[in-house]
C-alpha cells in the first residue's frame, strides 16, 4: 500500500506543478489592439476586444476575464484558489488528472489508517 500511495502523490504533484506552471490559455501578443490589424472591415465582426485588457480576439476562442487574475483566458473553466491560476484550455487536462489524483490519495491514506488502527488493536 506504501508504494501505491507514493505512486500517487508523485502524480499529484506532478499534476499541481503542471496546473501552476502551465500557461492556462492567456492570448499572445499578437492579439493586443496596438499590435493587431485587421484585413478588412467585414473581419471586425468575427472578432470581441476585452474592456479590461483590450486584446481583440476571435470569437471562436470563446475567451473570458478572469477577474482576481486580470487577465483574458482562452476556454477558462474557472479560477483555482488552490493553485491561484486560471483554469483553462492549456491546463484543463492536468488540473482534471491532479483533482483525480488528489482524491486518490486521501482515499489511500485513509485505507492506510484503517489498517494502522486495526494492526495496532489486534497487538
Avoid: A
Amino acid at each position: 500500500m506504501k508504494i501505491i500511495t507514493t505512486l500517487i502523490f508523485i502524480l499529484y504533484m506532478f499534476t499541481y506543478l503542471n496546473v501552476f506552471l502551465k500557461n492556462p490559455g492567456i492570448p499572445g501578443r499578437e492579439y493586443y489592439s496596438d499590435t493587431f490589424k485587421f484585413e478588412n472591415e467585414e473581419d471586425k465582426k468575427n472578432y470581441q476586444k476585452c474592456s479590461k485588457c483590450h486584446i481583440i480576439i476571435p470569437k471562436s476562442f470563446k475567451v473570458v476575464h478572469c477577474q482576481k487574475c486580470g487577465i483574458c483566458v482562452i476556454k477558462q473553466d474557472h479560477h483555482c484558489p488552490w493553485t491561484g491560476k486560471c483554469v483553462g484550455k492549456n491546463n484543463l487536462w492536468f488540473f482534471c488528472v491532479f483533482s483525480s489524483s488528489l482524491f486518490c490519495f486521501f482515499i489511500s491514506l485513509f485505507v492506510s489508517f484503517i489498517t494502522c488502527l486495526i494492526f495496532i488493536t489486534d497487538k
